[in-house]
């Protein structure tokens, strides 16, 4: 028996969240604390399914599971690889901490249906996972549907006729997103035959030009209405209506990482780097993630809602993995896999900080802020860790994953978008670093007693501040995370870390 889970690990990885989603359905609302077990025992058993392969991975082995043979090429199928672990290790990691966060969230909002919230959670999760570990195009497909399809409760949490508004604005927008994947595959397996995944990519310039780029555009559109790629991202801030918990891990960790992990198995796994490069399609694809980072920065600039400018820079920011794969070179690659994570990190630490603050004082703007540093400074520092390893700064991860994109912009030969990158650190600063100084340098009658939110929301965030300052000082320190990274520029473009310059 213990043969067999160990050979399925990347089956029962999915299958862990599946099951707790039907025993959270099933104890309902009145078992609370039972109902939170199950979450938490699923979310640590994912985690340390996902964590006992990270060795192996590294070692170069690959954990493969064959679920269904349609027919003969076309079959769905998982394995696990360098860039599929990343992801499962960065969502699954950061799963454990948002059920703490979110059953403080839940209980001090006094939020209805929390049965519901949770169970819909782990189907999320279970489809996550099941994008990271899949084999070829057609799973990878299935299991990006049904986390579309699975958001969409969460989405529309809040039960107003508002939610519902941006519920059907997100459906419209994941249905076109998923009929251009389905399109793209079906142009893919009539050329080439396969839609396995292949590290360097399985497409051919003998299958024409033409095609190449129908097939480009069809998941440029599927993976870039998840990844928030202008002018395909609007549902992405108006989707901050559902609870912090869902924006934090969904909006910022699992949906939209989903769209930006598409393109790293696009480039890196489909069509290649270099055909990538011959056809012009990466160029493209980078004038669309450089113009979507200074956009959706400046956007930021305008945004009083917390969330909202939280959710721009969501945006902003998963144009630069886009970018970096986007560039090409193996530098850039490397800087792209590991903002992946680092981003994940900081970016979940101040939507947790965003919800920590509105739950405890009702504050959503960021013009009410005014001293609230002296009542929650645990909150706010977190808050301001996480808004610096964002601009950049070192110590923090951020910094570490900007250097590389820099520095692949530079060995590109693309100045312009060396001079994108640099430009948004400091618009990233102009954003973020000015709630900071307004939590603790200004003060306010309404924010002088000390007195955090509850311990199940301030320990998380805590612990992902300490993440985005670990990955910052020792970035391949526990969950190696660098070496993860490493591993996948290795194989897709078949340079390691060490030779290059």
Same mark, same amino acid.
């Given at each position: 028996?213990?043969?067999?889970?160990?050979?399925?690990? *990347?089956?029962?990885?999915?299958?862990? /969240?599946?099951?707790?989603?039907?025993?959270?359905?099933?104890?309902?609302?009145?078992?609370?604390?039972?109902?939170?077990? &199950?979450?938490?025992?699923?979310?640590?058993?994912?985690?340390?399914?996902?964590?006992?392969?990270?060795? !192996?991975?590294?070692?170069?082995?690959? @954990?493969?599971?064959?679920?269904?043979?349609?027919?003969?090429?076309?079959?769905?199928?998982?394995?696990?690889?360098?860039?599929?672990?990343?992801?499962?290790?960065?969502?699954?990691?950061?799963?454990?901490?948002? /059920?703490? @966060?979110?059953?403080?969230?839940?209980?001090?909002?006094?939020?209805?249906?929390?049965?519901?919230?949770?169970? &819909?959670? *782990?189907?999320?999760?279970?489809?996550?996972?099941?994008?990271?570990?899949?084999?070829?195009?057609?799973?990878?497909?299935?299991? @990006?549907?049904?986390? /579309?399809?699975?958001?969409?409760?969460?989405?529309?949490?809040? !039960?107003?006729?508002?939610?519902?508004?941006?519920?059907?604005?997100?459906?419209?927008?994941?249905?076109?997103? !998923?009929?251009?994947?389905?399109?793209?595959?079906?142009?893919?397996?009539?050329?080439?035959?396969?839609?396995?995944?292949?590290?360097?990519?399985?497409?051919?310039?003998?299958?024409?030009?033409?095609?190449?780029?129908?097939?480009?555009?069809?998941?440029?559109?599927?993976?870039?209405?998840?990844?928030?790629?202008?002018?395909?991202?609007?549902?992405?801030?108006? *989707?901050?209506?559902?609870?912090?918990?869902?924006?934090?891990?969904?909006? %910022?960790?699992?949906?939209?990482?989903?769209?930006?992990?598409?393109?790293?198995?696009?480039?890196?796994?489909?069509?290649?780097?270099?055909?990538?490069? #011959?056809?012009?399609? *990466?160029?493209?694809?980078?004038?669309? %993630?450089?113009?979507?980072?200074?956009?959706?920065?400046?956007?930021?600039?305008?945004?009083?809602?917390?969330?909202?400018?939280?959710?721009? /820079?969501?945006?902003?920011?998963?144009?630069?993995?886009?970018?970096?794969?986007?560039?090409?070179?193996?530098?850039?690659?490397?800087?792209?896999?590991?903002?992946?994570?680092?981003?994940?990190?900081?970016?979940?630490?101040?939507?947790?900080?965003?919800?920590?603050?509105?739950?405890?004082?009702?504050?959503?703007?960021?013009?009410?802020?005014?001293?609230?540093?002296?009542?929650?400074?645990?909150?706010?520092?977190?808050?301001?860790?996480?808004?610096?390893?964002?601009?950049?700064?070192?110590?923090?991860? !951020?910094?570490?994953?900007?250097?590389?994109?820099?520095?692949?912009?530079?060995?590109?030969?693309?100045?312009?978008?060396?001079?994108?990158?640099?430009?948004?650190?400091?618009?990233?600063? #102009?954003?973020?670093?000015?709630?900071?100084?307004?939590?603790?340098?200004?003060?306010?009658?309404?924010?002088?007693?000390?007195?955090?939110?509850?311990?199940?929301?301030?320990?998380?965030? %805590?612990?992902?501040?300490?993440?985005?300052?670990?990955?910052?000082?020792?970035?391949?320190?526990?969950?190696?995370?660098?070496?993860?990274?490493?591993?996948?520029? %290795?194989?897709?473009?078949?340079?390691?870390?060490?030779?290059?310059?």
């Amino acid at each position: 028996m213990m043969d067999l889970l160990l050979d399925n690990r *990347a089956l029962v990885a999915i299958l862990v /969240s599946a099951l707790a989603a039907v025993a959270v359905a099933l104890t309902g609302e009145k078992r609370r604390n039972l109902r939170e077990s &199950w979450t938490v025992l699923a979310a640590l058993a994912k985690f340390g399914i996902v964590f006992s392969m990270v060795p !192996g991975v590294l070692a170069g082995e690959r @954990y493969e599971v064959n679920l269904l043979q349609i027919s003969p090429g076309l079959e769905l199928a998982l394995k696990v690889d360098p860039a599929g672990i990343l992801f499962a290790m960065s969502a699954s990691f950061l799963w454990i901490l948002t /059920s703490f @966060y979110a059953f403080g969230y839940m209980r001090g909002g006094g939020e209805h249906k929390q049965t519901r919230f949770f169970a &819909w959670l *782990a189907v999320c999760l279970s489809a996550t996972i099941g994008i990271c570990f899949s084999a070829n195009l057609l799973t990878f497909v299935l299991f @990006y549907e049904i986390l /579309s399809v699975a958001t969409y409760p969460l989405v529309i949490h809040a !039960g107003s006729e508002k939610a519902y508004r941006i519920g059907r604005q997100y459906l419209v927008y994941a249905i076109t997103a !998923g009929i251009a994947l389905v399109a793209g595959t079906v142009l893919i397996q009539n050329a080439a035959g396969t839609l396995d995944f292949v590290a360097g990519g399985f497409l051919e310039a003998e299958m024409g030009t033409g095609l190449l780029w129908a097939v480009f555009v069809c998941f440029f559109i599927g993976f870039g209405v998840k990844a928030g790629v202008m002018p395909i991202h609007s549902w992405l801030p108006n *989707a901050m209506i559902a609870p912090t918990p869902v924006s934090a891990l969904l909006h %910022a960790v699992a949906v939209v990482k989903a769209g930006v992990f598409g393109f790293v198995r696009l480039v890196g796994y489909t069509f290649g780097p270099d055909l990538m490069g #011959a056809i012009g399609a *990466a160029a493209v694809l980078a004038v669309f %993630a450089g113009g979507t980072i200074l956009l959706a920065s400046f956007i930021a600039l305008t945004k009083d809602d917390l969330k909202a400018r939280l959710a721009y /820079s969501t945006v902003g920011h998963l144009s630069y993995i886009v970018l970096g794969v986007a560039l090409l070179a193996p530098q850039a690659m490397l800087g792209a896999a590991f903002h992946m994570v680092t981003h994940a990190a900081m970016k979940i630490t101040l939507f947790f900080c965003a919800g920590a603050i509105y739950i405890h004082t009702g504050k959503k703007k960021v013009s009410q802020l005014d001293g609230i540093g002296h009542q929650m400074p645990l909150t706010l520092t977190a808050f301001g860790v996480g808004a610096v390893g964002l601009a950049g700064v070192p110590l923090v991860g !951020g910094f570490i994953s900007k250097w590389y994109l820099a520095a692949g912009a530079i060995d590109a030969g693309a100045l312009v978008f060396l001079g994108v990158l640099l430009v948004s650190g400091i618009l990233n600063a #102009a954003y973020l670093l000015p709630i900071v100084t307004r939590a603790f340098f200004r003060r306010s009658p309404d924010h002088v007693k000390l007195d955090e939110a509850s311990a199940l929301m301030t320990v998380p965030i %805590a612990l992902t501040m300490v993440l985005s300052i670990l990955l910052g000082v020792f970035p391949d320190a526990i969950f190696r995370f660098f070496s993860l990274s490493e591993a996948i520029v %290795a194989s897709v473009t078949g340079v390691t870390f060490g030779a290059m310059p």
